[in-house]
């Protein structure tokens, strides 16, 4: 827990952040809950797919808080993370 602190705030708050994975499944769970029954786990798999796929399509902009993140991550990473 220590080591989380020793960052900022913003990229305290990029590392935290959970909303977006938790629509993803969201999303997931309901699709699969909506049909029920799959006649295999092929079918299954292939809504999963095109759900991901639609999902994606949505997906416009990094968090606000990411420009400023990248940037400290850039300077205590410096050859790990490109910026």
């Given at each position: 827990m220590i080591p989380f602190f020793a960052?900022?705030?913003p990229i305290r708050r990029i590392i935290y952040t959970t909303?977006?994975?938790e629509a993803l499944n969201s999303k997931l769970r309901r699709a699969v809950r909506t049909r029920g029954h799959f006649p295999g786990d092929e079918a299954a798999m292939k809504?999963?797919?095109l759900v991901l796929n639609r999902a994606v399509e949505e997906w416009k902009r990094p968090p606000r808080e990411w420009c400023e993140g990248k940037t400290q991550f850039a300077i205590?990473?410096?050859d790990r993370f490109v910026v």
């Open positions: 960052f900022s705030p909303n977006a994975i809504l999963l797919y205590l990473f410096g």
